[in-house]
């Protein structure tokens, strides 16, 4: 069967979606190495796992006038660059400040998550478009797994006798190699760009209506030849656009104009509790999360790949759906899950106890000096910080880090299968609703003349709260422990999920032109409701 030119489309630019899965989960599998290599505190951790959602920050806000400017097309391909040259200079870093700086570089090309489902949404026909944008969140969801298996795959090499993989230096440097693999897929989505038309909307604002007919026959036409839907899909761009575009302060002032307020309000709280509910803490630390839980590290980097599995399968599932169910009901559903399953994470950590016994100590000798945690043997702890707290004091936090999977391991008392389930719970939970309807809904909500100011606004926000959370976590986890930090993830679902049921529009089957009609509508009544009130 013949591929439709917006599915091929919609693939490659997708593939964008693949590089940022696998760019932000690959780190995950690198903490403890390079938490030895060059001797990181909890803070510095943060900010080498947080560094490209800073720079994140910074490109969202200029993104959005940037993809105004050039074209959605342009600012990929320059994206595309970013991700590549990241790669190199993460795997070639020095220390930790080159590799603070190299990861920025990448943070900036996170700006994909925005450009790709605008183009995306700009390409697509309104009864596919769910499904279409979707597919960026499902490469994403590949792009994590892969990274998962590619780090344990590198893990294990990295323990092996193998002559060449003692040659290619991956038993001596396999945190380069974990971050050093991106560089394939990103030079090839670089390439494939080259092949993609400019968005047909974005075209029709720079005036250039025959070039965006050509681009709507070649996507819509029966063989490049003009149908009914090309000459009605151009008659319904036009018919909303100013006859200039208009210049960036005016578009600034557009988009806090009182006919924006419910379509910003429904970004914020939605891009807020896509990540206030833990997302990145989970993906970005996912082994050192599981080595929390006692099964040891190479048992954490194993489990991890499950999580990979599970947001692939339930982004599948999600796809399936939001041109079905839509948006709303999925949100609902999703976040009821979230709540269930970090309240599970937190019964879980919280009910676990930590106790060295002689037997622990023995295993224990194979691996570090043990003389100075027999001061704890057959003490019972009833947190994970006040057994961390103790062994550091006693070992030091250098040798703490090294050996910390094997520490956890032989004191943890607790139900490691509830745990894993419990987060295995969120990230389905996660992959049916947030994951994918969040970028769905900024690529649906907003005017076209504004979309790109408007989408930078709320990924901004989307991208500050991610950023916070995972700078946090590893604090977090060593000062208030996995169970209070999984409790504040719980909490924040709660919130998310009153507003969602109590706030959200239903968006699903209509085109871009009538949702904004619509949530202007929606913005003047929430306006006389006001003034009513006063």
Known sequence: MKISRVLLYTI?????????????????????????????????LGFVVSAP??????????AGVISDAIGRRNLLIIIAFLYLLSAIASALASGYLMLVVARFIGGLAFCSLMIAPMYIAEIAQPEKRGRLVSINQLNIVIGLSVAFFSNYYLLQLSQSTADWAQQL??????????????????????????????????????????????????????????????????????ATLTVNEPPIKQRLRSLFDKKMHFALMIGVIVGIAQQATGVNAI????????EQSGIGTNAAFAQAIWLGLTNVVFTIVAMLLIDKLGRKPLLIGGLSGVVLSMAVCAYG?????????????????????????????DVEFLSDVEYKNAVIERVGLAQFNLHQGELLKQAANLNSTLILLGILGFVASFAVSLGPVMWVMFSEIFPNAIRGIAISFVGV??????????????????????ATTFAIFGIFAVIGLFLVAKLFPETKGKTLEQLEVEFSQRSSSQKRRAEAVA
């Open 12 to 44: 490659i630019v997708s593939l964008g979606g693949f590089i940022f899965g696998f760019d932000a989960i690959v780190i995950s599998g690198t903490t403890s190495f390079l938490t030895n290599e060059f001797g990181l505190t909890d803070i510095e």
């Open 53 to 62: 959602t800073l720079g994140a920050i910074i490109a969202t806000l200029s």
């Open 169 to 238: 230096g991956i038993t001596e440097n396999v945190w380069r190699w974990m971050l050093g693999m991106e560089t394939l897929p990103a030079l090839l989505w670089f390439i494939a760009l080259f092949f993609i038309p400019k968005s047909p909307r974005w075209l029709m604002t720079k005036q250039r209506e025959e070039e965006a007919k050509a681009v709507l026959n070649q996507l819509h036409g029966d063989n490049g030849v003009e149908t009914e839907l090309c000459r009605t899909e151009l008659q319904n761009i036009r």
């Open 283 to 290: 993906y970005f630390y996912a082994p050192s999360i599981f």
């Open 349 to 377: 950590f919280g009910s676990a106890t930590y106790q060295l016994d002689a037997n622990n100590l023995d295993k224990l000798k194979q691996t570090m000096d043990v003389s100075a945690l027999k001061e704890i043997q």
């Open 461 to 482: 926000i989307n991208s500050a709260t991610s950023w916070f959370v995972q700078f946090m976590f590893p604090w977090e986890l060593a000062n208030l422990g996995a």
